[in-house]
């Protein structure tokens, strides 16, 4: 018969309509499903009692692929069809990725997304993603003993919008239902309940095989925002295993330091060495038949010590980009199995000056909160339990003439949320608009990311500032962007659901955020400037048009004169200064000696209404 | 009457309810429904509610409303492993005929 769970108080559901749920951690170098059953959160394992999947797939011709540690082999033999560390691509585009030192071959193509090449074909991050996403399926509908109804599956906290589409995208390839992406950090924090507490501010350091990533959060009336990112994509346990190689080759003759055979066989030694050194005092390495050298505790804390100083110098770094100090920090979270380093956990609480929470083990803890997330939203909790919300991580905005960012929703606002706001026409006649969508905290669109864009067209023919267009903005609980636009006076109308140019690196996003703080200013001084620089524009196209139209019959060659004047003036002027002032002056200027013209423009157009009508049509 | 649980059962329903960090214990129960007429339920218990039955075995607290316990009468509650799934399995002596899944029965 059936196995059963034990439901919450008056939340047991009829047969076959078992809400079954997991979190996911699709992790870099492993990943990992978790489900809550029985009222307790637990990564479920294969077969041989393993929870960590390796995130390696290996593609043959004519097979399944295969995935996990079944695949980890196929890394020494067939290189070029088994893909490991597949999350540093996924949502990227192919100028991002050929920056790094990438081993993959990459198909040439025509599009932005990176395919690459395997035995099975050109297959793009979403593809090789939602292979591993599979397995973990099939292991928890083996485990749970029915469909899932959905997932919740992480993701960094400085994944952007591109980034996170991917990562969904994999997950309805893999058939399965995404209830929500949820941040890494944020995850981990729910493990430890801390989502419970009323406020306050988290850290959560996390140190896995290939990446470290230090996360400051404010929790505050239930959401969770993410105040600074930090870290090294290129810093992790990986990292302390080639230290302890480098030190072991160089105790080897240098007539065996060359040696390829002897060099494998000390990297094989090396990472259960800085396991059992987590337990033990010493361990023996053996280097080659006749040479066994001790390798001390202290000796290998020595040796990261210059790893350890690095994530350090992260953390101070995002705890000034969240304006915090550390004893303004509640909890620390470690994550991440080689926060299993005792000096780790040393350097770690030493910094924040606290207790840190490493009771739940670092490699599972990021999944079981997306399952404790995933039990939630499928519903299995009586009505009272919070929902737990997020935010988003960058700005959003559209292009406004001059080039600037006119932001729609700022970075940190919660999600899902929704903003919309009136935009107009700049030229008379103007009968279509280009909306461009924008992401980032700075002023200018150059400086900006470019998310889409798409044309309103169809406008009606109006002055320039008559027509009325609202733009909105609604992102979905995963963060997923949808723009509309529309004009209000005839509900013509257009909208985007944001196709990400998948391209921006998670250094990239950092650097966009410190760029914003450090550029403030003069971002502000430009900004003036640009504005300064349209209205100078508008004002000499308006006057052009005017004085085209009735510039001979209304003005004399003197008056015409001054005007045209202080007309090139502001001109030259809008071309050479890098002064805001200096243009507006030279607005007044001219709106100064055209006032004259203007009045006589308003009488002559009245006068042209009236004239040939009578008295009593112009009364009503 | 009487319901009993195996030693791995209890086992587990202590380890859940301490880790639950609340509730007196388990209670057991059919639901008219399914494709063959009844189906089990098993629930965290937070209170005995009047008119309760409880049976106390292995330290763990079985509950159960009068009206199940008529089709539960001497069943022993089993935690299983089939496979990669674990869970819990009602040996009930009562039921005549299950449906294919075993998720509901007829008594």
């Known amino acids: ?620 | 009457m009487s319901i009993s649980l195996t030693e791995s059962a209890a086992d587990r329903v202590r380890n859940f309810l301490a880790q639950r960090g609340k509730g007196v214990g388990v209670r057991l129960g059919v639901k008219t429904t399914g494709c063959s007429g009844m189906a089990y339920t098993i629930e965290f218990a937070d209170q005995v509610d009047d008119g309760d039955e409880v049976f106390e075995q292995r330290g763990v607290k079985v509950i159960i409303n009068p009206k199940s316990l008529v089709y539960l009468d001497g069943t022993e509650l089993d935690f299983a492993k089939e496979g990669l799934n674990e869970g819990f399995k009602f040996n009930n002596p009562n039921e005549k005929d299950r449906c294919g899944c075993g998720e509901s029965f007829t008594v």
Request: charged letters at 25%; one cysteine or more; hydrophobic letters at 45%.
């Open chain 1, 1 to 620: 018969m059936a196995l059963l769970q034990i439901s919450e108080p008056g939340m047991s559901t009829a047969p076959h309509q078992h809400k079954l749920a997991v979190g996911i951690d699709l992790g870099t170098t492993n990943s990992l499903v978790a489900s809550v059953r029985s009222g307790v959160a637990e990564t479920l394992a294969d077969e041989q009692a393993r929870t960590l999947l390796p995130s390696v797939v290996h593609y043959a011709p004519d097979q399944a692929p295969l995935v996990g540690a079944d695949a980890v082999p196929y890394q020494a033999t067939d290189p070029d069809n088994t893909i490991s560390s597949i999350k540093r691509v996924l949502g990227r585009a192919l100028t991002d990725i050929q920056a790094q030192d990438h081993w993959y071959q990459f198909a040439p193509n025509n599009d932005s997304v990176p395919r690459i090449k395997t035995a099975k074909g050109a297959l793009s991050a979403v593809e090789i993603s939602a292979d591993i996403l599979s397995a973990l399926k099939t292991r928890a509908e083996q485990t749970l003993g029915d469909q899932l109804t959905g997932a919740v599956i992480t993701v960094p906290a400085y994944f952007d919008d591109a980034q996170r589409q991917a990562t969904k995208d994999a997950a309805k390839l893999a058939g399965l239902n995404v209830f929500r992406l949820l941040n890494e950090p944020t995850a981990a924090a729910i493990a430890y309940g801390l989502d419970q507490a009323a406020e306050g501010v988290i850290a959560v350091f996390d140190l896995g095989g290939g990446t470290f990533d230090i996360s400051i959060l404010r929790l505050r009336k239930g959401v969770f925002e993410v105040l600074a990112t930090g870290g090294d994509s290129a810093l992790g346990g990986d990292d302390f295993d080639a230290a302890i190689s480098h030190w072991a080759v160089q105790q080897l003759p240098p007539a065996l330091q060359s040696d390829r055979a002897t060099l494998r066989q000390i990297s094989l030694q090396a990472r259960q060495a800085k396991e059992q050194l987590t337990q033990q005092p010493a361990v023996d390495l053996k280097l080659s038949q006749e040479l066994t050298v001790e390798l001390t505790l202290a000796t290998f804390e020595q040796l990261i010590e210059p790893l350890l100083k690095k994530t350090l110098i992260a953390c101070r770094r995002a705890l000034r980009d969240a304006d915090m100090r550390q004893q303004d920090i509640a909890e620390v979270v470690m994550v991440g199995g080689s926060t299993r380093v005792p000096r780790v956990r040393e350097v770690v609480a030493e910094f924040f000056q606290k207790p840190l929470h490493t009771e739940i083990d670092p490699d599972r803890v990021v999944a079981i909160g997306a399952a404790i997330q995933a039990d939630v939203l499928a519903g299995n909790k009586p009505g009272d339990e919070m929902l737990l919300l997020d935010v988003i991580p960058l700005s959003l905005g559209i292009e406004t003439m001059g080039g600037l960012v006119e932001k729609i929703i700022h970075r940190n606002t919660t999600i899902p949320v929704a903003r919309a706001q009136e935009f107009t026409t700049y030229k008379d006649g103007q009968t279509a608009m280009r909306v461009h969508v924008l992401q980032g905290e700075r002023e200018l669109v150059s400086d900006c990311r470019s998310l889409a864009t798409f044309d309103l067209t169809g406008l009606p023919p109006l002055v320039a500032g008559a027509a009325r267009i609202k733009v909105t903005f609604q992102i979905d609980a995963d963060g997923l962007l949808n723009v509309s636009a529309e004009e209000l006076n005839t509900g013509v109308s257009a909208k985007i659901e944001v196709q990400p140019s998948y391209g921006l690196s998670d250094s990239a996003i950092e650097a966009m955020l410190q760029a914003s703080m450090q550029h403030a200013e003069q971002d502000m001084l430009q900004r003036s400037l640009r504005e300064e620089q349209v209205e100078a524009d508008r004002v000499v196209e308006a006057l052009d048009s005017a004085l085209a139209k009735d510039g001979q019959q209304l003005l004399s060659a003197a008056e015409l004169s001054v005007i045209t004047q202080a007309r090139d003036a502001l001109i030259t002027i809008r071309q050479s200064t890098d002064q805001a002032q200096h243009i507006q002056d030279a607005i007044k200027q001219l709106e100064q000696v055209s006032e004259e013209y203007v009045a006589r423009r308003m009488n002559q157009s009245v006068r042209s209404m009236v004239q040939g009508r009578k008295l009593e049509e112009l009364q009503d």
